[in-house]
Structure formats: C-alpha cells, structure tokens
C-alpha cells in the first residue's frame, strides 16, 4: 500500500457494495431528554454485525474469478473471519480464518454458521503468521485485515456516508487495531470536508497507534485489554504511513469507561456493542461539546459473549 485510498476509488467501491451493505442510519446518543451532539453509526446492523463487510467484500469482489476459487483466507479475532466467511458464501467458495483460540466463542461460532472454517491457533502465532508473510506459503487468496488498499477503501464508504449525511459533523471518532478502518475513513472525510477533526480511539490498555505517533514511526506495545477488536499489538509500516497525516488525534480509553459506556448504550439505545465499538463513543463523551461539536462516533460491532454482557449490565 503506498498511498491512501483517492475519494473516486471510495466512490467506486459504495457502488460495488450497494446490494450488500446497509447504509446504516446516524443515530443521536440517547441522553435522556437533553439534546445530544454526538451521533452513533451503528455499524452493528450490518449482515455480519460490524463494518469488516465493507471492506472484506470489496477486496474479494475485486479478485478474479481465478483467485477466488483458490478460497479464501484472513487473520483475525472474529469479527473479519465473520465478514470473510460471509463472503465465501456469497461467492460460492471456501473461507478459512486464523484465530487466536481465546477469541470470544460468540465470533468463533458465527464464523462457523456463516460457513467458515476457523483455525484456531494461540494469539502469539496469530501475529507470527502476519508478520513473517506466513501466508505466501498457502494456497488460498489472502485477504489482510489492515494493510490491504482494497480493504482500505472500502471501509472509505463509511467516510462517504457520514459526510453525505451529516455535512455539518465537526469531529468523528473511530476505533483502532490494525488500522485499516480508520484510514478508509480518514481517507474519505479529509478528500470531502478536510476541517473535520478524525480522532483515533484506542483501549488506553493496548495503544499501538498512539506510542507510533508519540514516537513518529511505527511501534509495538503490550495488550491488555477486554477490547478484543482492536488488540492488535504493534503498527505495520504500511499502515502508518498512510494513516499518519489523516489523524487530528488520538484518544485513549479506560476498561473502567468501555464498560460504562456498553452499559450506556445498551439501556439507552438499546444497541448491543462489543468492547471495540464502544471506544469512540466513550472518547467522545469525555470530551467537553465545544471542543468536539457535532460529533460522529464509529460503533464498529456488536459481537460480545452473552455472559460478558450480563456482567457489565449487572455491575
């Protein structure tokens, strides 16, 4: 990847996903009768309960026909094997992922039930498999989950929606793992409205993009964090690059605020949200109105184990 996705490209990619993805709706933060500035982007009611259909489909309807008849095959912690078993589907061919065996069993069945076939493996050879380019030894059409430019964009077209939509936003946060969501949609915001403020949120427990920028290169980190979506414990060269100059800023989140703010959005939206997507929202709420102004928060899924929502709710 050695630049950012252009806004044509974006563009192109919203027609290519037009009969597959919801154009999910800006939603106001419930805030109990009080006016609210902050809109949600529910990306959990996408067909696999998170944004990862975006740019997963656009990167596998882009390969040949000959490619993908190979099968398919990604990296992930859930919620990009769900998307990419989705689209083996679709496409009538095999998808296999390989996932940390602590995944939450929520993800590893849904890939199942999507038609997947999930290997797990321990988190340690996860990251392994990525960084030593594992995947060029197999067969399989590898789709990568962060520095894939194809991914990348199409991840853009949420960008896109949020500006057709709301072309008065101010700020839009987004959460961060490997970071080929927020590129795609820094990408497209900046190209449309370049004075909106892109914030990176990231789980102040695993905050690889936040010690890159601190150190102006890309750099790894220790992960502890509930955050499963985003634990991603270092920021690859190719990503950085692009991403670098899109982001206004980076904001870091506590578990303590991530679980209040799933409690937040479950009793008062009525929204089912993993840890990851709860992020932006929480970032958002701790920034003071005139300094963020009319802000759109990224809530990226909703695939959390029953019994870890239950004892959130219950606390």
């Given at each position: 990847?050695s ?12 027609k290519?996903?037009?009969d597959?993805v ?16 902050i ?16 740019g ?7 390969l ?11 990296v ?13 589907r679709?496409f ?16 590893i ?19 392994r498999?990525?960084?030593?380019h ?19 964009t199409?991840?853009?077209?949420i960008?896109?929606?949020i500006?057709e939509?709301?072309?008065q936003?101010?700020?839009?946060y ?37 010690e ?9 980190v ?33 578990e303590?605020?991530?679980k ?10 009525r ?27 990224v ?17």
């Amino acid at each position: 990847m050695s630049k950012a996705p252009s806004i044509e490209e974006v563009r192109q990619a919203a027609k290519r996903l037009s009969d597959v993805v919801v154009r999910t709706p800006l939603v106001r933060l419930h805030s109990y009768g009080e006016p609210s500035d902050i809109l949600l982007k529910p990306e959990i009611h996408q067909a696999v309960t998170s944004f990862k259909i975006r740019g997963v489909f656009n990167a596998v309807a882009l390969l040949s026909e000959a490619e993908r008849g190979r099968g398919l095959s990604t990296v992930s912690a859930g919620n990009t094997a769900q998307a990419l078993a989705w689209c083996g589907r679709h496409f009538g061919v095999s998808a296999r992922s390989i996932m940390p065996d602590s995944a939450p069993a929520t993800k590893i069945e849904a890939v199942r039930r999507y038609g997947g076939e999930p290997v797990l493996v321990p988190m340690a050879e996860v990251f392994r498999f990525l960084k030593e380019h594992l995947w060029e030894q197999e067969p399989y059409a590898f789709i990568h989950p962060w520095t894939s430019r194809d991914v990348m964009t199409g991840h853009g077209t949420i960008g896109l929606e949020i500006i057709e939509d709301c072309p008065q936003v101010e700020t839009v946060y987004v959460p961060v793992g490997g970071g080929g969501l927020i590129g795609g949609v820094a990408s497209a915001v900046k190209a449309l409205k370049p004075s909106v403020h892109v914030v990176a949120v990231e789980p102040a427990g695993c905050a690889s993009l936040f010690e890159s920028m601190k150190q102006g290169k890309p750099a790894s980190v220790e992960c502890h964090t509930m955050c499963d979506g985003v634990a991603v414990p270092y920021m690859t060269e190719e990503v950085f690059a692009v991403i670098a100059d899109l982001i206004d800023d980076c904001a870091l989140v506590s578990e303590d605020d991530v679980k209040a703010t799933i409690r937040r959005l479950a009793l008062g939206n009525r929204l089912i949200v993993e840890g990851s997507a709860a992020l932006p929202v929480a970032a958002a709420l701790a920034t003071p109105s005139e300094r963020r102004g009319v802000a759109v928060c990224v809530v990226t899924g909703g695939s959390i184990d029953m019994n870890k929502l239950l004892a959130i709710l219950s606390e």
